[in-house]
């Protein structure tokens, strides 16, 4: 049992230090480059205009504020959260130009040269599936409120 | 479940109201955008005129009547110079309609092949001197008119690019379709 308990300690250590790196790395490489960033976000298509530069600034400090809050644990159920949200909006992103045929540069970690499309699909999954893991984990460890109050009433 | 589900809206807002403050305080520090989708061509400001490779203080067109173009882009009302205007669809569509002008379009091979808005002359502003030396011949009789390029869509910094080089080529009015390709082909404008 406690092998176990220590097993998934370690992963779940080890799945926030990678969400964390990974989405600080690519929040602060995006930091200083709003235009482009912009310009990657309206060939996605999805977007109305008016929302393309709000998202362009603030999503690189939306990711390292989360990234911040994985690794130092502060409200990791919201971070984890956070965290899913972002990997299943790339995820259906990415899905939905790869169906319409629509060639996109993902300027996902601020890089300017254009990555296969299925390649970014799949690292998307890849990383939803980790932050699913590291949510479900969050709501084991630090569960709703009112059931804690309910098990102590019990 | 009642609280679970409540939790998660708890969390939820938490998740919203972290995202809004990001927002917020990245437009704070880094200002509105910087091409919205409509720019109205203004009249040029003493900043904007030191910009230009070549004081241009005033240009009066002797006859706009044969260059209409560059009389509704290049003169303002008061006869000033305004340099290098960003043209919207319906400007780019006249200029287009013109006739006497030439559209460059400055994205990448992969994207030009794609598609690109008919007639337009490919110079890629990633290999602008080769290509440019090749066309040296075909683009010099539009040194002294208004040039129009374009790039993928109106974030793109690919067309500030060309529009500098241009620019050092020795073309005078060089000015940017500012919707990009992207605009033209989502308004169902023909592609080539």
Known sequence: MKKEISRSSVFVILARLVLAGIFFYAGFSKLE??????????????????????LAVGLPIFECNLAIMLVLGL???????????????????????????????????????????????LRDIFLLALSLFLLKYSWKTQPARQTNLQHSVA | MK????????????????????????????????????????????????ATPEKTPSLKISSPEDDPLISTFMVSSTGRFIPHPPLDLDQFKQYIKWGKGIVIDVRTEQEYQKGHIPNST???????KEHYAALEKELSPYKK????????????????????????????????????????????????
């Open chain 2, 145 to 192: 008119q208004l040039i129009v390029i374009y790039c993928g869509n109106r974030y793109c910094g690919t067309g500030d690019d060309a529009q500098q080089q241009f620019i050092n080529q020795g073309f005078k009015y060089v000015g940017i379709y500012s919707g990009g390709y992207l605009e033209w082909e989502s308004k169902g404008e023909p592609v080539e």
């Open chain 1, 33 to 54: 480059t709003p235009r482009e960033l912009a310009a990657s976000i309206v060939e996605y298509r999805i977007l109305p205009d008016s929302l393309v530069w709000p």
């Open chain 2, 122 to 128: 490919w110079v890629p502003v990633s290999k602008f």
């Open chain 1, 75 to 121: 409200r990791l159920r919201v971070a984890a959260l956070g965290i899913t949200i972002l990997c299943a909006m790339f995820t259906i992103a990415v899905a939905q130009s790869w169906a319409r045929g629509l060639e996109i540069n993902c300027n996902c970690f601020g890089e300017t040269s254009f990555t296969p499309i299925y390649l970014i699909l």
């Open chain 2, 3 to 50: 609280a679970f589900s409540r939790q998660l809206l708890s969390d939820l807002f938490l998740v919203a109201v972290l995202a809004i403050f990001s927002i917020s305080a990245a437009l704070l520090t880094k200002g509105g955008d910087p091409k919205p989708a409509s720019q109205p061509v203004t009249e040029s400001t003493p900043d904007t005129e030191q």
